[in-house]
């Protein structure tokens, strides 16, 4: 008998090329003219959060503008990024907080195991920690799974991978 073949859906990041990124807009901070001198810093803590602190609002949104941009150009989804609200930092400066996405959170895997069922294909689609594993039968049913998924990615507030293809 033919054995089950299966996939996983997660929700993850490159680590290096976020640290680049991070690294180029740090870097890029020196260089431009309306952000040089103003005493800005952007700071990747533990793969969890980014801290920005600069002088002013329009500078913040102009370093914002830069890492995504960064982002972009390393083929990190922009999905990734959780801006919080905007804080006054000491000496007069403001800070913002950008919390990093990583996992699938239980309701976002409850939305994606619900969208495979509606596909009226024979999977089985079960939520395992951070990720849900998809396994059927025949292969052909997993491409449909992906091509689904992939077609509603504008619906998931999180980037998605498929691994584990087997």
């Known amino acids: 008998m033919a054995k089950d073949a299966s996939f996983d859906i997660v929700s993850e990041f490159d680590r290096q090329e976020l640290l680049n ?56 989804s922009l999905k990734i990024l959780d801006p919080q609200k905007v804080d006054n930092a000491l000496g007069g400066k403001v800070k913002q907080e950008i919390k990093l996405k990583k996992g699938l959170s239980v309701e976002l895997a409850k939305k994606i195991v619900g969208m495979i069922k509606n596909t009226k294909l024979k999977v089985q689609a079960s939520i395992q920690n951070d990720s849900v594993r998809v396994s059927a039968k025949s292969k052909d049913d997993l491409q449909e799974v992906i091509k689904t998924i992939r077609q509603k990615e504008d619906e998931i507030d999180a980037p998605l991978q498929f691994t584990n293809y087997r």
Request: aromatic fraction near 4%.
């Open 21 to 76: 990124a991070v690294d180029q807009t740090k870097r890029e901070l020196n260089t431009r003219f309306d952000l040089k001198g103003s005493d800005s810093d952007i700071v990747l803590i533990e793969d969890k959060v980014i801290n920005i602190t600069t002088n002013d609002e329009m500078k913040l949104k102009n370093i914002y503008d830069i890492l995504q941009s960064k982002l972009v150009k390393r083929n990190l």
